[in-house]
């Protein structure tokens, strides 16, 4: 059973270009949370997505930012007319359901966006 | 809204010396559950142990334990036996009821030969 699929590990834009990153859920799995992490940071979470649906999309920036989960297919989240400082680490967590405490969110390697 | 707070962005350890790493936290709410994840330089995101709020004994994985202080809001890792392996990111986190993982900044481990 893999686990969490992200790709690219690496991205690279220019300012003003578009960031496709993309999240393959674990089998069975139909929740996705998206977060981010600013250099020596810690991970901030940004949009929460069942099939479908966004659930919830507080933690998103209300410009240039948006995020869907397919009933077929990846999550993705992109990035428009990205600047420098979307460059970050991008990880997505996937699960059964919503995550509780008592369960395990899997995590996905991260995307590496850099803009220059 | 939740705040987790990791006070030392760097600390490092003698190969099979014990360290504590620290967290603090602050929630109105009474149960919750707090995290302990590790980050090696491959970026993965690992659990390393995991401790609900309304239990009073400390949880304990292998050589990673926890210090649990609900009343002060204090829950701090203890990593027992360091292995080079251990070497990383940690992140303290916390979950109430919300649909969101809240982490610390983190502190960098690093484990000398």
Known sequence: NAGVMQNPRHLVRRRGQEARLRCSPMKGHSHVYWYRQLPEEGLKFMVYLQKENIIDESGMPKERFSAEFPKEGPSILRIQQVVRGDSAAYFCATGQGAFMGNTEAFFGQGTRLTVV | ?113
Do not use: H
């Open chain 2, 1 to 113: 809204a939740q705040t987790v707070t990791q006070s030392q962005p760097e600390m490092s350890v003698q190969e099979a010396e014990t360290v504590t790493l620290s967290c603090t936290y602050d929630t109105s709410e009474s149960n919750y559950y707090l995290f302990w994840y590790k980050q090696p330089p491959s970026r993965q995101m690992i659990l390393v142990i995991r401790q609900e709020a309304y239990k009073q004994q400390n949880a304990t994985e292998n050589r990673f334990s926890v210090n649990f202080q609900k009343a002060a809001k204090s829950f701090s890792l203890k990593i027992s036996d360091s292995q080079l392996g251990d070497t990383a990111m940690y992140f303290c986190a916390f979950w109430n009821a919300g649909n969101m993982l809240t982490f610390g900044g983190g502190t960098r481990l690093m484990v000398k030969p």
